[in-house]
């Protein structure tokens, strides 16, 4: 790990290069062929170039407003080896794939159990925004719209709002082994101007008691809801992140345990069972 962080930080841009360096490591990596492996994925993403099918997001007026032609990618294994190709470098708002990630860090944090005490985890079959509830009064799992705003609302509940965003935070820049995180405000402002949907979600689930009894404000934990929506990262910094949970919580770059074992697992399943996948929209994967 050491030699390939080494190398990683080097500042030649052929990967290929980079990792022939690295052959006497060769048979203890994840790929060892990883000049062939390379090679095959260029080749699928240059086939995939041309596909034009597909829209961008409308339902908030900022994200209609980004470039449909972007393309990019970027691969991290659990032991650290990467390859990017395109536009891959270039940040966007991470938006739902923030529930994957919001739930796994608020489950390390104060427990699974506690988490779900006020979210169910089983698929819902309705639709992610859909004002409803399950049997037992609560949203039915954290990677729809209602569970996702409960799962914020426990995140360091009863610290003040900016210490609880700068947690948030620093938990994802840990995620991506002090890769790119950043925040849109443009976007938080058009989020929060275009959310009648879930405010109405919100309202709902508070008559029903779904709610912590002490959540200090419904606007200010859909703002912080809308601030975590508005993170942006790139290809290659959401690639980490997800050989972070692939790795069992563990970041492979940094050898840094970002999520709790039980969580993890919780979170792999749940993405599973409940249609969520870390492949990002504005046609920029990271895999």
């Known amino acids: 790990m050491d030699k390939i962080r080494d190398y990683d930080q080097m500042n030649e841009e052929d990967n290929d290069v980079r990792h022939y360096r690295l052959n006497p490591l060769r048979n203890q990596l994840i790929i060892p062929n990883w000049a062939e492996f390379t090679t095959q994925i260029k080749e699928l993403f240059e086939s995939c170039r041309d596909e034009k099918g597909g829209n961008v997001a409308t339902y908030i007026p900022q994200l209609a407003r980004q470039d449909p032609n972007r393309w990019g990618l970027s691969i991290c294994t659990i032991d650290g080896q990467k390859y990017s190709l395109g536009d891959s470098k270039i940040p966007f708002c991470v938006q739902s794939v923030s529930k994957a990630f919001n739930y ?127 993170l942006e990262t790139t290809c290659e910094s959401a690639a980490v992140m997800a050989a972070t949970l692939a790795n069992g919580g563990v970041c492979p770059l940094t050898n840094e345990r970002c999520i709790q074992s039980r969580p993890c697992r919780d979170v792999l399943s749940l993405m599973y069972a409940c249609g969520v996948c870390l492949i990002v929209s504005f046609n920029m994967k990271a895999f």
């Open 104 to 230: 796994a860090i608020v489950a390390s944090d104060s427990g699974a159990d506690y988490v779900h005490s006020y979210v169910g985890h089983e698929p819902s079959g309705r639709l992610y925004n859909e004002i409803c509830l399950d049997a037992n009064g609560k949203p039915h799992n954290p990677m729809i719209n209602a569970g996702a705003i409960i799962v914020t609302s426990l995140l360091k509940k009863g610290w003040k709002m900016a210490d609880r965003y700068d947690f948030a935070l620093n938990e994802y820049k840990k995620l991506a082994g002090g890769g790119y995180v950043g925040f849109n405000n443009a976007t938080f402002l058009s989020e929060r101007e275009t959310a009648d949907r879930n405010y109405a979600l919100s309202y709902y689930m508070k008559e029903n008691k779904c709610f912590p009894e002490d959540i200090q404000s419904l606007r200010q934990e859909l703002d912080l809801y809308f601030q975590l929506c508005s």
